[in-house]
């Protein structure tokens, strides 16, 4: 009893909080504001930035802003939410609320267009709605799509910072963090299709996923058949549903922790109850990335170094001047057993598409009737299939999308951005975003979506 005792005590003072920070650098790398303790959207008032305090933050012009058409970033954008941005940027939202059949409570970000086609656009792993509004001018692809005449609504899965909330739990509850990928696929895929679809009175949508958007797509209509009629067509941008050659030597590391007789869960647990990164440290991430990582004091590109190593390199197309207003809120909260499962494909469910291993053997004997849990049939998904990946994705690496692709029965178009240093965090923050991607997704997704 006393060692457990020491134990705890060891996590409770200083080793928990590491870990989530390495992890949080690792995964993504970037800071969030905490999000309110209701269901919603983030808050709708704003703090205007003085002139001092823009000067504190964004530097001296950095000589990557030069020579380019692209508005300089403004620096009040980083204070401001999914809502906020999008009304500054001249184009009408409606935020919505609907509740799942597990009764958590999300939110979705509409850019209406009533009548037109809806696209579902859903964000990757501690991401949320907002971080399809970051580039600059109306290059984003949630703008680009509305521009191309559809009716556009921006997800938020369970957890991040814009979709916390449930009917019984409040956010200090262990019980509200205990879901995983498996939990989004099954119960927040169907209610978004449904809600979508009861709301603009169509029978079908499209859907666009990134990453982890991607995941719980095959996951929930592969698990939930009857919903594939409902969607017809699906743009995977770094789709992951394979990750055995991940390429990350950070996420390989990581991953071997997730063993069953690692601690890595337990570490994350303790402090957080069940919450990966507590809101007291991402709310000190959220004051300190913010200024760090501006090219005028991180002059050395410290941030985008560390990023490279989980995602892949391609200092060419990283916008500096854009991460102060990425970090505005990121990284989304999510839950430790979402986080867990992401890495757990590295090593247990290497080369298979998996749901949930718990660490518990008799729970996947109880919950599966086998230790390890039954692998997915993608030849089972049938949605028409767009799918655009990235050379230098470390996360959704080429081997890992061809054996994907292998598996896709209805698979219609299949592209690798041309850049070969293209990596996976270029699928949302890349400067040529728009010209190298975003273009052929909405030309590709028209066709598909025709009558």
């Not at 933050?57 to 204070?79: C, I, M, V």
């Not at 609504?153 to 019980?175: C, F, I, K, T």
């Not at 049938?382 to 080429?398: C, K, Q, S």
Request: aromatic fraction near 12%; glycine fraction near 6%; hydrophobic fraction near 35%.
């Amino acid at each position: 009893m006393s060692s457990i005792l020491r134990l705890n005590h060891f996590y409770k003072n200083g080793l928990t909080n590491f870990l989530h920070i390495i992890i949080f650098c690792a995964y993504l790398s970037f800071s969030t504001e905490d999000g309110a303790k209701s269901a919603g959207p983030a808050r709708d008032n704003t703090t205007v930035i003085s002139e001092d305090d823009s000067k504190f933050l964004f530097g001296k012009p950095h000589p990557s802003e030069q020579n380019t058409d692209l508005p300089r970033p403004d620096p009040y954008d980083a204070r401001l939410n999914a809502p906020q941005l999008i009304r500054r940027n001249g184009y009408p939202v409606d935020v919505h609320q609907y509740v799942t059949k597990d009764r958590y409570l999300l939110t979705l970000h509409r850019i209406p267009q009533p009548g037109a086609t809806p696209v579902v656009v859903m964000h990757g792993i501690l991401c949320s709605s907002r971080d399809w509004l970051l580039q600059r001018g109306n290059n984003s692809l949630a703008y680009m799509l509305y521009n191309a005449g559809y009716d556009v609504w921006l997800g938020n899965m369970r957890g991040n910072n814009y979709s916390q909330g449930h009917l019984e739990y409040d956010l200090d509850d262990p019980r509200y963090w205990d879901f995983s990928v498996d939990d989004i696929s099954n119960f927040d895929v169907p209610s978004t299709i449904d809600y979508v679809l009861a709301t603009t009175n169509h029978t079908q949508l499209c859907w666009i996923g990134y990453s982890l958007g991607t995941t719980t797509l095959f996951s929930g209509l592969i698990t939930n058949q009857e919903y594939q009629a409902k969607v017809k067509c699906f743009g995977g941008l770094a789709p992951v549903a394979y990750k055995g050659n991940c390429k990350s030597p950070v996420i390989r590391a990581l991953a071997d922790l997730t063993l069953p007789e690692k601690p890595l869960k337990l570490a994350l647990d303790i402090p957080s109850h069940g919450r990966f990164l507590p809101s007291m440290l991402s709310n000190a991430l959220n004051i300190f990335m913010p200024h760090f990582c501006h090219p005028g004091i991180d002059q050395l590109d410290l941030c985008g170094t560390f990023i490279s190593l989980v995602g892949g390199f391609n200092p060419g197309q990283t916008d500096q001047l854009m991460e102060p207003i990425i970090l505005g809120e990121f990284p989304s909260p999510t839950s430790v057993r979402v986080l867990i499962q992401q890495l757990q494909h590295v090593t247990i469910g290497a080369g298979k598409f998996r749901p949930y291993f718990y660490q518990n053997i008799s729970k996947n004997i109880d919950k599966y009737g086998f230790i390890l849990p039954p692998e997915l049939d993608l030849t089972k998904f049938r949605v028409d299939t767009m799918i655009f990946a990235g050379l230098n994705d470390y996360l959704a690496p080429p081997e890992d999308v061809a054996l994907l692709v292998r598996k896709l029965p209805h698979l219609r178009h299949f592209h690798n951005v041309s850049d070969p240093t293209w990596n996976h965090l270029d699928f949302l923050y890349a400067k040529q975003a728009r010209s190298l991607l975003y273009d052929l997704v909405i030309e590709r997704l028209m066709e598909c979506s025709l009558p």
